[in-house]
């Protein structure tokens, strides 16, 4: 059995809308669906109050105590899910 991962919306009706192609042939899909990271924070910050401050991370490994503090930060569009998803593509030849 192949796996798809595809990005997707709920509408206003409670309907799901898949936002992009999927070259599937007609027929019955079973569908698994989870709500992405951003979706579960319901809290949302106002734009005019600063972002809080990223706790410092600490190594109790000591060759590793200056890495995250040299480390380049996190692009915003980063998504995790993704990469674990790309990296098992990979590593299973899927």
Same mark, same amino acid.
């Given at each position: 059995m192949q796996a798809y991962k595809l990005k997707g *919306?709920?509408?206003?009706s409670g309907n799901l809308v898949i936002t992009e192609p999927v070259n599937l042939p007609p027929g019955d899909v079973e569908v698994i669906v989870w709500p992405t990271a951003e979706t579960l924070d319901n809290t949302q910050v106002p734009a005019s109050e600063p972002a809080p401050e990223t706790p410092k991370r600490k190594s109790? %490994? *000591?060759?590793? @105590?200056g /890495?995250? @503090?040299n480390a380049p930060p %996190?692009?915003?569009d980063f998504d995790p899910e993704q990469a674990k998803w790309e990296? /098992? *593509?990979e590593k299973h030849n899927l």
């Amino acid at each position: 059995m192949q796996a798809y991962k595809l990005k997707g *919306k709920i509408d206003q009706s409670g309907n799901l809308v898949i936002t992009e192609p999927v070259n599937l042939p007609p027929g019955d899909v079973e569908v698994i669906v989870w709500p992405t990271a951003e979706t579960l924070d319901n809290t949302q910050v106002p734009a005019s109050e600063p972002a809080p401050e990223t706790p410092k991370r600490k190594s109790r %490994v *000591k060759a590793f @105590e200056g /890495l995250f @503090e040299n480390a380049p930060p %996190v692009p915003a569009d980063f998504d995790p899910e993704q990469a674990k998803w790309e990296y /098992l *593509k990979e590593k299973h030849n899927l």
